[in-house]
């Protein structure tokens, strides 16, 4: 249902102010879904300093502060603050507001778009696709954990251990905060992962890069980046980059030396890290939403959160744009829209994209020039 009298602003995240940000934690304190390092002001203020055109929507009804909606600007296109490197993301509010009913106050905004949208208000619904977020809950411990995983597959990882520590030395774990060479370091591989399997670089933006690198340097006992490194002997077998905050910690950036993959070191890692968390009071670890199969062998689905495109109005010469919100290919386009901020940058990253599609799959040919065509067609239509 529409509020009335509920006006809202758009200002930089420096411009909130004491009160704001003490309603902004109060907020997030109430509602155990906006407990995600995403949602800590902390990572908002980070991010708006680098991500371009980023804003908080500051929503006011009767003159008092209700919530708030980070998010960034691209033409006519608002998308989660930080995409595409946010997982989660939504409003920071009272019950009963909508992304919807707030967008004809948002000044040249004429749609939304998220893929893991929480706590998504009852005009927003019915044209988003629902998805599940997956968890490792710790809030018992991490023999509790241990528990309530599959037999066989937590059989299948120590086996896979000792063969690693018996052929490449012992395995030594630890999980700290990072130093700025170690956050190049995993980015500089995690790209090189990119460029070998024909993906869009999200790094090649370059703010992503500086935003990863900003939170590097926040020091703080309850908030920032944290890396887990599993070696065996001196050689690095696996490590990944994960953002916590409070009792949360959020799985991010994973790179594992592919040579070895035999011994399946990320997995090993990841239930390292599980019981490096738990033991530092971490009672859950999230692995983003559903949409790799493996996600399931560590974690369990908890809360639905949503994907797809809340429209203001309908789209270019009259066509909706919501039906592809949800599909593959606005999904892709979007991570491109996210990190370009200019048309001309958003159709260059999607021709260059496309060309590394047909690096990856030579015998589709004509298809991928048709998907191009269709890509750039749905870069335009977005942003308009």
């Known amino acids: 249902m529409k509020r009335e009298g509920v006006v809202v602003e758009a200002v930089e995240a420096s411009q909130l102010g004491a009160a704001e940000l003490e309603l902004w934690r109060a907020l997030r304190a109430a509602d155990p879904v906006l407990a995600s390092p995403y949602f800590d002001p902390r990572f908002v203020q980070v991010a708006g300093e680098v991500a371009p055109s980023a804003r908080v929507a500051v929503i006011r009804e009767g003159g008092t502060v209700r919530g708030f909606l980070p998010f960034q600007q691209r033409g006519g296109l608002i998308q989660p603050l930080a995409a595409p490197l946010s997982d989660f993301h939504g409003l920071i509010a009272e019950p009963g507001f909508d992304i919807a009913h707030l967008l004809p106050q948002l000044e040249g905004v004429h749609r939304a778009r998220f893929s893991g949208l929480v706590a998504a208000g009852e005009a927003d619904r019915p044209d988003l696709t629902p998805r599940r977020a997956m968890a490792a809950d710790l809030s018992q411990g991490f023999d509790a954990y241990l528990a309530g995983r599959d037999a066989r597959f937590l059989k299948d990882k120590r086996r896979r251990r000792r063969a690693l520590e018996r052929d490449h030395g012992a395995l030594t774990f630890t999980f700290k905060r990072p130093t700025l060479a170690q956050v190049d370091y995993v980015i500089d591989h995690k790209r090189a992962q990119i460029i070998r399997t024909h993906q869009y670089d999200v790094f090649a933006c370059?703010?992503?890069?500086?935003?990863?690198?900003?939170?590097?340097?926040?020091?703080?006992?309850?908030?920032?980046?944290?890396?887990?490194?599993?070696?065996?002997?001196?050689?690095?077998?696996?490590?990944?980059l994960g953002l916590t905050s409070g009792a949360r910690h959020h799985l991010w950036f994973p790179i594992y030396d592919p040579a070895y993959a035999k011994y399946s070191p990320g997995g090993l890692m990841t239930l390292d890290t599980l019981e490096a968390a738990a033991?530092?009071?971490?009672?859950?670890?999230?692995?983003?939403?559903?949409?790799?199969?493996?996600?399931?062998?560590?974690?369990?689905?908890?809360?639905?959160?949503?994907?797809?495109?809340?429209?203001?109005?309908?789209?270019?010469?009259?066509?909706?744009?919501?039906?592809?919100?949800?599909?593959?290919?606005?999904?892709?386009?979007?991570?491109?829209?996210?990190?370009?901020?200019?048309?001309?940058?958003?159709?260059?990253?999607?021709?260059?994209?496309?060309?590394?599609?047909?690096?990856?799959?030579?015998?589709?040919?004509?298809?991928?020039?048709?998907?191009?065509g269709l890509g750039l067609g749905l870069v335009a239509l977005m942003v308009d």
């Not at 370059?206 to 050689?235: H, M, N």
Request: net charge positive; glycine share 12%.
């Open 206 to 240: 370059g703010w992503t890069v500086e935003l990863i690198r900003k939170l590097a340097d926040v020091d703080a006992p309850d908030f920032g980046l944290r890396l887990a490194v599993l070696k065996a002997g001196d050689k690095l077998m696996a490590a990944e």
């Open 279 to 372: 033991a530092r009071g971490i009672t859950r670890v999230d692995f983003g939403v559903d949409a790799d199969a493996y996600k399931h062998d560590f974690a369990d689905p908890a809360e639905v959160v949503f994907e797809g495109l809340i429209e203001r109005r309908m789209g270019a010469r009259g066509h909706s744009m919501r039906i592809a919100g949800a599909s593959r290919l606005a999904r892709r386009f979007d991570r491109i829209v996210a990190c370009e901020p200019s048309l001309v940058g958003q159709l260059k990253g999607g021709a260059s994209f496309m060309a590394a599609m047909n690096r990856r799959h030579p015998k589709l040919g004509a298809g991928v020039g048709v998907g191009l």
